[in-house]
């Protein structure tokens, strides 16, 4: 048990779908993040979220929306994805968004956009 | 900006064997140091961590040491085991904005 809960763990949708990826955390952390990992790349940061503001964005494209409506939940609303959007989605959280905290992650999602 | 530089993989081990996975990073400031691991299917799990200089983590048999001279935090385990297989990440958190940096990722398989 991580801690931290996300669904649904495997998402297959077409490019026209709109879906969305669902965290949540049970560890009392104010900060928290979406990350992406494809195969053959490193780890790409694309949210964080600390005392639910968004504090970073990293040039993610605007297909890909999140939402921290409390600090125990993070969403990442997904529409009109292309194909190479295939990947493994992680959510993580931290207590803090400073340096010696580490952080949790969730099991991600498997996302395939067919 | 930061960058944290690990060996490749994939490694390939016998059970019982001495693991050693280098990591050098470039930092302005003075980071957190972690060790992450992945199993299949899995995210990822903090092994240990170091947040300064000279500081030794240890976890179930794997230690790695804060050495800021060398800019490194290599990962060592004295006696792997097939349960070790996994992908590992070497990863430093920033003083300021805690901006994580991870590296690639080294793939390690433990055979018996």
């Known amino acids: 048990e991580t801690g931290v809960t996300q669904t649904p763990r495997h998402l297959v949708m077409g490019m026209t779908n709109k879906k969305s990826l669902k965290c949540e955390q049970h560890?009392?952390?104010?900060?928290m993040y979406w990350y992406k990992q494809s195969a053959k790349k490193p780890l790409e940061l694309m949210f964080v979220y600390s005392l639910e503001e968004r504090v970073e964005n990293n040039s993610v494209p605007s297909r890909f929306s999140p939402e921290c409506p409390n600090s125990s939940h993070l969403f990442l609303h997904l529409h009109t994805l292309q194909p190479e959007d295939s990947a493994l989605y992680l959510c993580?959280?931290?207590?803090?968004?400073?340096?010696?905290?580490?952080?949790?992650f969730g099991p991600g999602t498997r996302l395939t956009v067919t | 900006g930061n960058s944290v530089t690990q060996m490749e993989g994939p490694v390939t081990l016998s059970e019982e064997a001495f693991l050693t996975i280098n990591c050098t990073y470039t930092?302005?400031?003075?980071?957190?140091l972690f060790w992450y691991v992945q199993y299949p299917g899995e995210g990822l799990q903090l092994l240990l961590k170091?947040?300064?200089?000279?500081d030794k983590g240890s976890n179930k048999g794997f230690e790695a040491t804060y050495r800021k001279e060398t800019t490194s935090f290599h990962l060592e385990k004295g006696s792997v085991q097939v349960s070790d297989s996994a992908v590992y990440f070497c990863a430093l958190r920033e003083t300021n904005a805690g901006k994580s940096t991870f590296g690639d990722g080294t793939t390690l398989t433990v055979k018996p």
């Open positions: 170091a947040t300064k200089a000279d």
């Open positions: 930092a302005t400031g003075y980071p957190s």
């Open positions: 993580a959280s931290s207590q803090g968004d400073i340096q010696g905290y580490e952080q949790y």
């Open positions: 560890l009392g952390h104010n900060a």
